[in-house]
């Protein structure tokens, strides 16, 4: 979906963008791979606000296609139907077209046809329903490949396994800027996925895509993903509190850049959480300047990793109850962004105590406030 009509350019018609900068957030010792990346924009017509998201269609790593061709004893010449039904070479459609990493449904079917007794543990959780979870821990970490690898006596024709693949799908990043502070480029701020699971290193397609596959003048597919209920206060001199630990920064650089850029009156009070202040400080140096300049009312941090027991951004809100409270009841937009898993449910649940013991209300009483703040839309997530 693209946020402006008058663009030629959507999710349907990605723009081909280069990607000028990739730079390492994540300093020495830090164990992540954080980065800053600037896509060029100019040309595309994008007209995105901040708190909005950019698509990317990302390809797969070529090893791994490598890899999969090999295991079914293709050479990657042999035409197959493409995800647009085009008939294309079996490399290209494992390269652009289809997840070859998480198995599909169909494939494991398939697999259990061919394979028989040799894959009985599956069969049996796939035909029991009630085995739903015991299937997807059992799955959890498992790849294609690995299946490809532990059975070379079930043969697949390219056409055969590709009819069992489902469509590769763009990932989406929050905007890290402001048109208005960069009219040209769109700033992203990602972590690269990578872990080990049965033995072999793993790699998410789209942050590795960034990271290592993206030179700056290649072109790849972008388009503007818009987030209606991620958008600042209309009012500019509306307070807000932005909570934002890891890669959650990204969509609060952009809300500071943008502030600063209209000269908005409004403060900004920002939770920065990560592991290690030495290394894992993301935009530190931006964030102080900000600061400086009086645009970053109030900043809070959390390294989770600098001492014996862990210290998350709702610990920092909880030592800055009265404060965030007054905020709160000045008609301070509260907003949230980062890991949907955990961290969003603890800081909502922060939330409800701080209107419990600053605000003086009951367990219902603090829960009602918080439901008002989302009604008034000023309680605001965008989490993944
Ligand atoms: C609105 C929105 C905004 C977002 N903004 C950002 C952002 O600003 N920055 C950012 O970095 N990301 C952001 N994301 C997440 C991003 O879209 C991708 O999901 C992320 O980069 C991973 O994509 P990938 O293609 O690299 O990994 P994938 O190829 O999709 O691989 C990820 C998958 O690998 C598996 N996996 C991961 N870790 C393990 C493990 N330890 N063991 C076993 N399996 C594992 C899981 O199945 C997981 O789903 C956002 C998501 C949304 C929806
Ligand atoms: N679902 C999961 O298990 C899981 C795990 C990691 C990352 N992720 C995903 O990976 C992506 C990128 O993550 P990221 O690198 O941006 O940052 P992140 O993994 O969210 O970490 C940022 C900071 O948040 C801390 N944190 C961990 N649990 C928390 C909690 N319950 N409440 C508050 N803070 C918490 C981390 O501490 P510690 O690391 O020291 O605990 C770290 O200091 C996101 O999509 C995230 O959702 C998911």
Not at 78 to 84: L, M, N, R, S, T
Not at 247 to 275: C, D, H, M
Request: charged content about 25%; aromatic content about 10%.
């Amino acid at each position: 979906m693209s946020a402006d009509p008058a663009s030629l350019y959507s999710r349907k018609n990605p723009f081909p963008a280069p990607h000028p900068v990739n730079r390492k957030l994540s300093g020495e010792g830090s164990g992540k791979d954080t980065r800053h990346h600037e896509i060029s924009l100019a040309g595309s017509g994008f007209n995105y606000e901040v708190g909005d998201s950019l698509g990317l269609f990302a390809t797969n790593h070529p090893a791994l296609v490598s890899e999969i061709i090999a295991a079914i004893g293709a050479t990657g010449e042999e035409v197959v139907p493409g995800a647009d039904a085009v008939p294309k070479p079996l490399r290209a459609a494992l390269t652009g077209d289809y997840i070859i990493t998480q198995p599909s449904k169909e494939f494991l079917k398939a697999l259990v046809e061919r394979a028989g007794e040799a894959v009985a543990q599956l069969r049996d959780l796939m035909a029991d329903a009630a085995q739903k979870k015991a299937l997807e821990d059992y799955l959890w970490g498992f790849e294609f490949i690995d299946f490809l690898l532990a059975h070379p006596s079930v043969k697949w024709t390219p056409e055969e396994f590709v009819k069992t693949l489902r469509k590769l799908q763009p990932r989406l990043y929050s905007i890290a800027s402001s048109l208005k502070a960069n009219p040209e480029s769109v700033h992203l701020t990602v972590a690269t996925v990578r872990y080990e699971s049965h033995g072999r290193p793993r790699e998410g397609v789209a942050s590795t895509f960034l990271a290592e596959r993206w030179p700056a003048e290649k072109t790849a597919g972008v388009f503007i993903h818009t987030a209606k209920h991620f958008r600042l206060p209309e009012d500019p001199a509306t307070p807000i509190i932005m909570v934002g630990p890891g890669t959650g920064v990204a969509p609060f650089r952009a809300y500071l850049q943008e502030r600063k850029a209209i000269s908005a009156s409004g403060r900004n009070w920002l939770f920065f959480g990560e592991q290690k202040r030495v290394c894992d400080f993301l935009y530190e140096s931006e964030l102080a300047q900000l600061q400086a300049d009086g645009v970053l009312t109030k900043l809070d941090v959390a390294f989770s990793r600098d001492q014996a027991a862990k210290v998350y951004v709702q610990d920092r809100m909880r030592e800055n109850a009265r404060e965030l409270w007054a905020w709160l009841e000045s008609g301070a937009h509260f907003f949230v962004c980062g890991d949907g898993a955990r961290m969003a449910k603890d800081v909502d649940a922060e939330l409800h105590r701080i209107a419990e013991t600053e605000g003086g209300k009951t367990l219902e009483e603090a829960a009602a406030y918080v439901e008002a703040m989302k009604k008034e839309k000023r309680y605001k997530k965008d989490v993944y």
